[in-house]
């Protein structure tokens, strides 16, 4: 059993995808930014696109560099879990779990930016695929699961709002871990193969 699982080199081309379009977006501005991001009155009138691109939209740069230090962060810890094809479909089910849950449960939520919801999904995924492969995924796992639990009572974790330049929907982080729950449940069920 490894003490880590650290992904090889090639492997990083999933989460360069992730941070070139998410910087694509920031550079691109506020046209961007209103056109992306998870808004409950556009995705009303058919702009669906935003469950999947509202993750790619920042509050600012401070926002997206805290996220993007979340992607290394996790990438380092269980990125050899999946292959780049399993990462991405990780990726779509966790953005599609968080988004739905925002809409479905928090009706009074607008809008919404930001990768943290999905990183919840692809840190548990990640943690679930390495289980008898890296000696922390379970305290890995018992980590997040505290820190779900504690954002669930207390709200969001000590100074990430004045981080990140804005408010924090920590719900969001829950509805992103049931949707990295669910990808790895289906990746495991499924007959899906990289090629």
């Given at each position: ?63 997206l560099g805290l996220n993007l230090a979340g992607l290394v962060l ?5 990125g050899a879990a999946f292959s780049f094809m399993r990462w991405g ?107």
């Open positions: 059993m490894r003490n880590s699982l650290l992904p090889p080199l090639r492997s990083a081309i999933f989460p360069v995808a992730i941070a070139v379009l998410s910087l694509t977006v920031a550079v691109a501005g506020e046209g961007a930014l209103a056109a992306l991001r998870y808004e409950r009155d556009a995705m009303a009138t058919g702009e669906i696109w935003r469950v999947i691109t509202a993750h790619f939209t920042h509050l600012g740069w401070s926002h996790i990438w380092l810890l269980v479909v990780v990726f779509v089910v966790a953005a599609l779990g968080t988004s739905a849950g925002l809409w479905w449960l928090e009706p009074q939520l607008h809008w919404y930016v930001g990768l943290s919801g999905v990183l919840h999904g692809l840190l548990i995924a990640g943690a679930l695929a390495s289980l008898g492969t890296y000696k922390d995924a379970p305290l890995l796992l018992g980590l997040v699961v505290v820190k779900l639990v504690w954002e669930q009572w207390m709200g969001p974790m000590p100074g990430s709002e004045a981080a990140a330049g804005g408010p924090v929907v920590v719900a969001s982080h829950t509805y992103g871990a049931v949707g990295g729950l669910v990808a790895w449940l289906l990746l495991r069920v499924s007959r899906f193969r990289d090629g």
